[in-house]
């Protein structure tokens, strides 16, 4: 009984693998990589997610992410993309001064964001492409970049009015691309969840409706892959950059009741502010904001926590301002008299301690060679190049991930 019962599981073993060794040889599963950017993991039992909750039942879910520091949108699909922390990636911020080159990176310079310089490390896509593997992006911060030589083979300039269900048509179209051109890497990208949580604030009805919309696109994304014979031989990575918080005229820090704006150059403004003071002012500007310390944390670069992985990187300025989000979960902002009664404040923000729960992004996979019905604690972002290069069967560049964190998602 127990021979027999061995025998089997021999056999079983054997046509596992050499059907996977002839479904190598044949043609490589593709991956999927999706950002849905802002989405809360809590956000979505609060509203109708029918084919993330289908994805959920039939693949690995985690309880939430942890962005790297700042939590905000280009240090994290960048990070996640290479799996290095924002002092190896030096993509620091979405605004950033870059004192050797001189150059200001805003994510409206399009000439800044293609510009291979401001990108550290060697993203999935280019690993990808150095292993002969053809790759696509339908955005994703950081691929319309020559980095160390190489693009996506498609990439498009980023166009935040091209409906989403285009964007979907275009993944069906590159899937159903004849085997040499087709792509085996993939990113989509949806910003719509973000911008109603900037709006009006954490886990408004717009947020939750903007959801459920992102939703709808997914399965109608998957509605035609399985006409297409693609769906469910695919892998895919559904994942959030970071989470959001709500702001309130309550809890606004006004930085020229403290110091004076004319001793520093602000580089980038709440919740991260980061300021090089003028010449000679270094000392005075730290010690008043390190006296008024109340809602925010002040440091110099050299002191700021190991933890945050953050201000080794030359693009970080000498001072760094970090609001706190209050026990009752609304983001402090840090602002100016006159910007505040120029332009008040948005619903909601994020950008905040990367640590704190409510930055927590979301992270669900999908697919043949993912673990059905599963559920993972919370990890860090930088451990998802790892398991891409594992999924596509490629040699991960040096990383600070470890593939042994979400090896367990993998069957
Ligand atoms: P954040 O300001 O951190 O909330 O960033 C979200 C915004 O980043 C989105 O609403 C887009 O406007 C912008 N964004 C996202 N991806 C890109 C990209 N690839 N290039 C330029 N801007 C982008
Ligand atoms: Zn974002
Ligand atoms: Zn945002």
């Given at each position: 009984?127990?021979?027999?019962?061995?025998?089997?599981?021999?056999?079983?073993?054997?046509?596992?693998?050499?059907?996977?060794?002839?479904?190598?040889?044949?043609?490589?599963?593709?991956?999927?990589?999706?950002?849905?950017?802002?989405?809360?993991?809590?956000?979505?039992?609060?509203?109708?997610?029918?084919?993330?909750?289908?994805?959920?039942?039939?693949?690995?879910?985690?309880?939430?992410?942890?962005?790297?520091?700042?939590?905000?949108?280009?240090?994290?699909?960048?990070?996640?993309?290479?799996?290095?922390?924002?002092?190896?990636?030096?993509?620091?911020?979405?605004?950033?001064?870059?004192?050797?080159?001189?150059?200001?990176?805003?994510?409206?310079?399009?000439?800044?964001?293609?510009?291979?310089?401001?990108?550290?490390?060697?993203?999935?896509?280019v690993t990808a492409e150095n292993n002969d593997i053809r790759t696509a992006t339908m955005f994703w911060p950081g691929s319309e970049a020559e980095i160390q030589g190489v693009r996506p083979t498609r990439w498009l300039t980023y166009d935040g009015s091209i409906p989403y269900k285009s964007r979907a048509d275009s993944i069906v179209t590159w899937l159903t691309l004849e085997d040499e051109t087709r792509p085996d890497f993939l990113t989509l990208y949806f910003s719509r969840v973000d911008s109603e949580g900037h709006r009006h604030g954490a886990g408004a009805d717009s947020v939750l409706s903007a959801i459920t919309y992102v939703d709808n696109v997914l399965g109608y994304m998957i509605e035609r892959l399985t006409e297409e014979g693609i769906w469910p031989n695919i892998n895919v990575l559904i994942t959030s950059d970071h989470g959001m918080v709500s702001l309130s005229h309550d809890h606004l820090i006004f930085i020229d009741d403290i110091i004076d704006l004319d001793d520093v150059n602000i580089i980038n403004w709440s919740p991260v502010v980061m300021i090089q003071p003028r010449e000679g002012k270094r000392e005075q500007v730290y010690e008043t904001l390190k006296a008024a310390e109340e809602n925010y944390s002040v440091y110099f670069r050299e002191d700021f926590p190991e933890r945050f992985h953050f201000g080794a990187h030359p693009r970080v300025p000498e001072i760094i301002m970090l609001a706190d989000i209050s026990d009752d979960n609304y983001g402090?902002?840090?602002?100016?008299?006159?910007f505040y009664e120029r332009r008040g404040i948005l619903g909601g923000t994020h950008g905040y301690d990367n640590m704190h729960p409510e930055m927590h992004g979301y992270f669900l996979a999908f697919g043949p060679d993912i673990k059905e019905n599963k559920t993972i604690e919370t990890f860090e972002v930088i451990n998802i190049y790892e398991v891409m290069c594992k999924l596509l069967g490629i040699e991960p560049a040096p990383n600070d991930g470890d593939l042994e964190v979400l090896r367990p998602i993998l069957r």
């Open positions: 009984m127990e021979k027999k019962f061995l025998l089997l599981l021999i056999a079983l073993g054997l046509l596992l693998f050499s059907s996977c060794t002839a479904q190598q040889e044949a043609e490589r599963t593709p991956l999927l990589l999706i950002s849905i950017d802002g989405l809360k993991p809590s956000d979505v039992n609060k509203t109708d997610t029918p084919v993330l909750d289908m994805l959920t039942a039939n693949g690995t879910v985690a309880e939430s992410m942890i962005p790297v520091f700042p939590s905000s949108t280009f240090p994290n699909h960048y990070s996640l993309a290479t799996g290095l922390y924002t002092n190896s990636t030096g993509v620091i911020s979405n605004t950033m001064f870059d004192p050797e080159m001189e150059r200001w990176f805003r994510l409206s310079d399009r000439s800044a964001v293609g510009d291979g310089r401001w990108y550290g490390g060697e993203p999935i896509w402090w902002t840090i602002t100016s008299k006159s």
